[in-house]
Nanobody, 115 residues
């Protein structure tokens, strides 16, 4: 069974930085596109960033230039480096991967940006 475990969420002040990690139990990890989603209160879940094995990472316009997605295949881990955080970045952040016809989600990690 595929398992994704996020970590790194915290309370941080506006302008601060945070790095989220997603540890994947996933055979063939390096071949899959890994995604970060987030869901803010009262909002639907949105794709924040994605990184594949072959293409350049992609980002939502709202985080472009501030967030960086990366992966360390030897550790089966994907990261989301978040800089210049804003209050509107407050959300539960989820790691996601699609394997064949199924999507798999982590449990989520809370990021709160507030003074």
């Amino acid at each position: 069974q595929v398992q994704l475990v996020e970590s790194g969420g915290a309370l941080v002040q506006p302008g601060g930085s945070l790095r989220l990690s997603c540890a994947a139990s996933l055979p063939g990890f390096s071949f899959f596109t890994m995604d970060w989603y987030r869901q803010a209160p009262g909002k639907q879940r949105e794709l924040v960033a994605a990184v594949s094995s072959t293409h350049m990472p992609t980002y939502a316009d709202s985080v472009k230039g501030r967030f960086t997605i990366s992966r360390e295949n030897a550790k089966n881990t994907v990261y989301l480096q978040m800089d210049s955080l804003k209050a509107e970045d407050t959300a539960v952040y989820y790691c996601h991967v699609r394997v064949r016809d199924s999507g798999y989600w982590g449990q989520g990690t809370q990021v709160t940006v507030s003074s």
